[in-house]
Every structure is written in structure tokens, then in C-alpha cells.
């Protein structure tokens, strides 16, 4: 089955850049999308379709992606963000379902 | 606005039944897909199953294929995810979500709790 592979801990610094990667096989192939949970919160859609921002997302979030690795960039890191990130993606195949990647924890510093 | 609320969740032994429910409001049910999600402590997003806008298609994670049933009641704009043969690994906080097609899921709602223990 498709597996999504994400590092287990990003550090930045307030008002520094933090890239959050989603790893997968040809994973640009695919329709990536982003989630913020904050601790005893549900998650939050941030970016979906690789790099679209819902409404009420501020414009410091970002995505890309291509290749083997899909990256969720978060400018100018408020202390606010910090918060678990997950990517996910639809595999379509024969037995579709969802498949999401197993979290980063972004500490704000 | 949109709600999804939770409910149903509670303890239960292993082996046991529960069925949770997930009540919608603030938009239009029944032009959405569903999933339900859960989260066991500690640990992270686990996609369980999806619900095409009409029912016509039901999708399940291998983790509980066979032991659980997703279902909608378009016309009560409510969500139902029946568990059967529960196990202690599915001890968890399960959330619905929606979806205009099949991804992304848009709205989430806060959880609710299944405790499976004896």
C-alpha cells in the first residue's frame, strides 16, 4: 500500500521559514493535502490540492509539490503555528482509501 | 456555519458494539462524501472510512474491514459509523469529517472517545 513519510519533528525560530516534507512514491502525481492540529484540537485543513489556502488561512502557508516529496512551508513561523502536521493523499487503486503521513511536530523555538 | 457533531462514543469490552452518530448542519449533507478518522492517544491520524454523497460507494481502512459499518441517513443529515468486534486497538478519539468529493476533508468535528477495555 502507498506510503507517505514525514520527518517526526521540525524546529524553527519565530519569524523564520519552516518546510515541512511529505515523502512518496512519484507523490507528484498525486493531489496532496495539508492539516494543523494543535494539541486537544481537531485538525484543521491549511493547504489542499497541493497548494491551494482555504479561506481564514493566512497567506504565510504554502505548498508544493513534485517528484517524490510534496513540502508545506510555513513563513514568517508565529508561535501560534506550532502545532502537529499531516499530509494525506487518495490512492486510488484497486481498494481505494485515504492514506496519511504519520505527522510532523513543529516547535517553535 | 458548519457543525459536525459527535456522538456515542463511551467504554466498552472487547468484543463489544457501539455505534457512533455524526450530526451535520451548515451545509448540504447530502451533496457531501464523509469519512470518519480516528486518533488513538498519543499517536497519529488514522483514516477508518468514507461515504460517497449518495451511499452508493463505502470505503474501509484493512484495520477494520469486516468489523465496521459506515452509513448515512441523508435525510437526517446525520452519519453513523457501527462497530462491531471491537478490539482494544481501536481504543480511540473519532472524528467525522466532510469531503466534496472523496479529499480534502474541509470541516472536522471534535471527536469523540471509544475506550475499549475490560
Known amino acids: 500500500s502507498y506510503v507517505l513519510t514525514q520527518p517526526p519533528s521540525v524546529s524553527v525560530a519565530p519569524g523564520k521559514t519552516a518546510r515541512i516534507t511529505c515523502g512518496g512514491n512519484n507523490i507528484g502525481s498525486k493531489s496532496v493535502h495539508w492539516y494543523q492540529q494543535k494539541p486537544g484540537q481537531a485538525p484543521v485543513l491549511v493547504i489542499y490540492?497541493?497548494?491551494d489556502r482555504p479561506s481564514g488561512i493566512p497567506e504565510r502557508f504554502s505548498g508544493s509539490n513534485s517528484g517524490n516529496t510534496a513540502t508545506l512551508t510555513i513563513s514568517r513561523v508565529e508561535a501560534g503555528d506550532e502545532a502537529d502536521y499531516y499530509c494525506q493523499v487518495w490512492d486510488s487503486s484497486s481498494d481505494p482509501h485515504v492514506v496519511f503521513g504519520g505527522g510532523t511536530k513543529l516547535t517553535v523555538l | 456555519q458548519v457543525q459536525l457533531v459527535e456522538s456515542g462514543g463511551g467504554v466498552v469490552q472487547p468484543g463489544g458494539s457501539l455505534r457512533l452518530s455524526c450530526a451535520a448542519s451548515?451545509?448540504?449533507?447530502?451533496?457531501?462524501?464523509m469519512h470518519w478518522v480516528r486518533q488513538a492517544p498519543g499517536k497519529g491520524l488514522e483514516w477508518v472510512a468514507f461515504i460517497r454523497y449518495d451511499g452508493s460507494n463505502k470505503y474501509y481502512a484493512d484495520s477494520v474491514k469486516g468489523r465496521f459499518t459506515i452509513s448515512r441517513d441523508n435525510s437526517k443529515n446525520t452519519l453513523y459509523l457501527q462497530m462491531n468486534s471491537l478490539r482494544a486497538e481501536d481504543t480511540a478519539v473519532y472524528y467525522c469529517?466532510?469531503?466534496?468529493?472523496?479529499?480534502?476533508?474541509?470541516?472536522w468535528g471534535q471527536g469523540t472517545l471509544v475506550t475499549v477495555s475490560s
Open positions: 451548515g451545509f448540504t449533507f447530502s451533496s457531501y462524501g
Open positions: 469529517a466532510n469531503s466534496p468529493g472523496e479529499l480534502p476533508m474541509d470541516y
Open positions: 490540492y497541493d497548494s
